[in-house]
């Protein structure tokens, strides 16, 4: 038995992480090596199916060059070094969600060359630029969807969809350069952003974006999480496992190399086997399959295609809006978030003010909701006629918060909410007057305090906007008041 360690002795820095991120490429309207439709969400499970994905005898595989396009495409924007010559490796292993008993894959050794290999992201991580290393980029084929009753390790049965085999996927891995939780939610953010600025991928829909985590501690040996499903649980997933390991360790027990489940409902990690290695994959070359030559030609011709990048588009943002850096650096962390602030800006001339709105007030209502804007019913046009009629004096600051956190809430447009709501802003000089008046008589001690207290005119502003529900122009009410109470002292 090991020496038992401190909690205090194990700091962040010796958390080691690498991520292996499965991404589908969801712009690709086929599978991978067939031509059946890759829209299976929300389609009747096992219909979009046919010999080639199903792994019939007999049937071959034909690869789609689009997606060779695309996984070119994300090779270069990770700066990887893509491979002249790349060739498919079938990874043997029996499990249901596996129709021919074998994944169509790619390999780095016997002899197999993945798409790519090295490259790197960088990212924004405690005010200062972190750089996470990539190990490889390969293309292979999604397994089936399995389905569970209840929990993964009490489930009497298991369903499987084949509609998900053979959908195209990008595997990702990293080298072990992540030091937090925290840090790998970044990375994350990092890259999904870049991904969704290529087109290659939609962040939104449920499972395109998978990831499993290699975790190891200072002490113990590397625990693999598999099945994080969203790029949101990681973080989560990752803390669990930080502290589970880490009471381990300093109870003076092992950390043995397994493989764990990450159970999203009851947010725990779970042991599911210990892990395999290698060669009981019995990696091979897929004999079905020739070698794809990637010459220079076809990589330029994608190169000269190459959309804006996160960082390319940063850059723009401040030079074009004159926003500062930090504001384009949050703006650009997702495409979604960049584009619905371009869009406001053609519509709404000052740019600082929608980037407040939005980091503030926006990003908070999104927080509350657990959403993000891509899946909110905001529009560029609704928060940008909102910041209008704050200026057209219509609504108070105060209220456009109000009004904001419905428009988020509902998809209604501002003008809709403050009449349904009655928020208008009252600027009517005498029906300010008559209620400054009411208050006046109902507060005549409040009223006396101000001869010798000068902020005790903030009280009775206070009580004009509390009986307007902060509906009274503040500045209007305070110059009334402020008039009425000189009438006082003349007298
Ligand atoms: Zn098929
Ligand atoms: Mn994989």
């Not at 209008?388 to 809430?409: F, H, M, N, T």
Request: hydrophobic residues 35%; aromatic residues 6%; charged residues 30%.
């Amino acid at each position: 038995m090991s020496k038992p360690q401190k909690l205090t002795q194990l700091e962040e820095n010796e958390v080691k992480i690498g991520l292996e991120i499965h991404i589908q490429l969801t712009a690709l309207k086929t599978k991978l090596f067939c031509g059946c439709s890759s829209d299976y969400r929300g389609k009747e499970p096992n219909s979009l199916l046919c010999p080639v994905c199903l792994g019939l005898p007999g049937s071959l595989p034909v690869t789609n060059k689009r997606a060779i396009d695309l996984a070119i495409m994300v090779a270069l924007a990770l700066n990887s070094n893509i491979s002249r010559r790349t060739l498919f490796f079938r990874k043997n292993y029996f499990y249901v969600d596996m129709p021919k008993n074998f994944q169509i894959s790619q390999y780095d050794k016997a002899g197999g060359v993945p798409l790519s290999t090295g490259g790197w992201v960088d990212f924004e991580s405690n005010a200062s630029i972190k750089r996470v290393g990539i190990i490889r980029l390969q293309i292979e084929e999604d397994p089936a969807r399995l389905a569970y009753h209840g929990t993964i390790d009490s489930s009497p049965y298991t369903l499987v969809d084949y509609n998900r085999a053979g959908i195209a996927l990008l595997e990702i891995v990293t080298e072990p350069d992540i030091d937090s939780a925290d840090e790998a939610r970044l990375f994350l953010q990092k890259l999904r952003s870049i991904i969704e600025h290529l087109g290659v991928s939609n962040g939104d829909l449920q499972g395109s974006m998978r990831c499993d985590a290699n975790i190891s501690l200072k002490g113990g040996k590397r625990v693999e999480i598999k099945n994080i499903s969203s790029f949101r649980e990681v973080k989560r997933a990752l803390q669990y496992e930080i502290i589970r390991q880490k009471q381990l360790i300093r109870r003076g027990s092992t950390v043995k190399q397994e493989t764990r489940h990450w159970d999203e409902d009851r947010r725990i990690t779970i042991s599911l086997r210990t892990k395999e290695t290698e060669s009981d994959y019995r990696y091979f070359p897929e004999p079905d399959l020739v070698p794809i030559e990637i010459s220079k030609t076809w990589i330029e011709k994608i190169q000269s295609k190459m959309p804006e990048l996160p960082d390319a588009r940063k850059t723009r943002l401040v030079k074009e809006f004159d926003i500062p850096e930090y504001d384009a650096g949050v703006l650009t962390s997702s495409k979604a978030l960049a584009d619905f602030f371009e869009e406001c800006c053609k519509l709404y001339p000052d740019a600082k003010k929608i980037s407040n709105w939005m980091m503030t007030d926006l990003a908070r209502n999104l927080k509350e909701l657990g959403i993000e804007i891509s899946e909110s019913k905001i529009k560029p046009k609704y928060l940008s006629d909102m910041l209008k009629l704050i200026d057209k004096g219509e609504i108070s600051g105060k209220i456009a918060k109000k009004v904001l956190s419905q428009i988020v809430g509902t998809g209604d447009p501002p003008q809709k909410i403050i009449i349904k709501e009655n928020l208008t802003k009252i600027s009517d000089k005498t029906r300010i007057q008559k209620i400054i008046d009411k208050v006046f008589e109902e507060f005549p001690k409040a009223v006396q305090d101000t001869k010798t207290d000068p902020n005790a005119i903030n009280y009775l502003v206070g009580q004009v906007m509390s009986k307007t529900r902060g509906k009274a122009d503040p500045e209007i009410t305070n110059k009334l008041i402020r008039k009425k109470l000189a009438k006082y002292k003349t007298i």
